[in-house]
C-alpha cells in the first residue's frame, strides 16, 4: 500500500504563485508514472501534469508555460510549482502514483484563486 499526502493548497490571488508537494510513504514510486489531478466543482477529474521516472513531463494545454512538475526521489516527492494563476485553476488538487499494475490517489488539496 502506497499512502500520498498532498500539501500547499490555499487561497491565492490571481497571477499569484503556489508550490504543491506530495510525499509518499514509499520509494518504490521512484520507479513510477507520478502526476497531478484537479477537480473543479461540478465538473470530472482532469489531467494537469504528469512525470516519468525518467522525468518526461506532459502536461495539460490550460496549464503549459505556467505549471511546472518536477520530483525528488531521494524524498519521495513531487512538486507541481503553479504560475500565474486564474480563477480557473480553481480545484481540488489530487497527487497520482501509477504503474503498471498499480494505482494510488492522495486525499486532495484545496487551491482556490480569488481576489
Known amino acids: 500500500q502506497v499512502q500520498l499526502v498532498e500539501s500547499g493548497g490555499g487561497l491565492v490571488q490571481p497571477g499569484g504563485s503556489l508550490r504543491l508537494s506530495c510525499a509518499a510513504s514509499t520509494s518504490i514510486i521512484s520507479t513510477w508514472v507520478m502526476g497531478w489531478y484537479r477537480q473543479a466543482p461540478g465538473k470530472e477529474r482532469e489531467l494537469v501534469a504528469t512525470?516519468?521516472?525518467?522525468?518526461?513531463?506532459n502536461y495539460a494545454d490550460s496549464v503549459k508555460g505556467r505549471f511546472f512538475i518536477s520530483r525528488d526521489n531521494a524524498k519521495n516527492t513531487v512538486y507541481l510549482q503553479m504560475n500565474s494563476l486564474k480563477p480557473e485553476d480553481t480545484a481540488v488538487y489530487y497527487c497520482?502514483?501509477?504503474?503498471?499494475?498499480?494505482?494510488?490517489w492522495g486525499q486532495g488539496t484545496q487551491v482556490t484563486v480569488s481576489s
Open positions: 512525470i516519468t521516472s525518467r522525468t518526461i513531463t
Open positions: 497520482n502514483a501509477r504503474s503498471i499494475s498499480n494505482d494510488y
